[in-house]
């Protein structure tokens, strides 16, 4: 019960943050739901090889709950990444290298790949077994994260650099954010719902 009680005020609190744009409660949500993951009698009651694989798939989760909020920006300040006070030619080398986004987009997708081939090698002896009813809820865990992991590497696809020709006149604009962030809490959530899946849903079986 408490780790239900933990992992439900977690998840809460990771999904309200991310809404919010807050990074540290989003980060310290996320994070505290994939800690309960971690450490649930189901995970740790598993066999060494189904563990270990959990525990790793977890850990790259957790890398990409903290490489996608870093980016943030500062609620208070409008943005992540001045620009006041640069120059023309600052501004076109910025333009013409690997932005932050791109490579913060391809380093959360080979994450999420890498998580989900961790989960999908701990489900490996549920399906041997060939329980089709056991592999439902692990399985669509993993399927989820899939599918976020294909928006990250289609985000870095979008956010991909391109050539920037001189003489083109360059514009920038400073915004303060102050709307609530659907996205990112829809994503926050799917996050936590599909961690549970693939973790509680392939500990289980081969935990009892």
């Known amino acids: ?49 189904v563990r270990l694989a959990l525990w790793a798939g977890l850990l790259l989760l957790g890398v990409v709950v903290g490489v996608h909020v870093s980016s943030w920006p500062d609620p208070m300040t409008g943005s992540s990444d001045p620009v006041t006070g640069a120059t023309p030619e600052e501004i076109l080398a910025r333009l013409t290298e690997p932005s932050a986004a791109y490579r913060r987009y391809i380093a959360v997708s080979v994450a999420l790949g890498l998580a989900c081939a961790c989960f999908g090698g701990a489900l490996v002896p549920v399906a041997r077994r060939r329980d089709v009813r056991a592999l439902l809820l692990p399985a669509a865990g993993v399927a989820l994260l899939g599918v976020l992991c294909w928006q990250a590497a289609d985000a870095a696809r979008r956010n991909r650099p391109r050539p920037v020709e001189r003489g083109t006149f360059v514009s920038v604009l400073a915004i303060r954010d102050t709307e609530p962030h659907v996205q990112s809490a829809v994503g926050a959530g799917l996050l936590v719902l599909s961690a549970a899946g693939a973790v509680l849903g392939a500990a289980r079986r081969d935990g009892r």
């Open 1 to 49: 019960m408490r780790l239900l009680l933990s992992f439900a005020v977690a998840a809460v609190l990771g999904v309200t943050g991310a809404l919010l744009g807050s990074a540290p409660m989003a980060a310290v949500g996320c994070l505290g739901v994939l800690a309960v993951l971690a450490v649930h009698p189901w995970t740790r009651a598993a066999p060494v090889p």
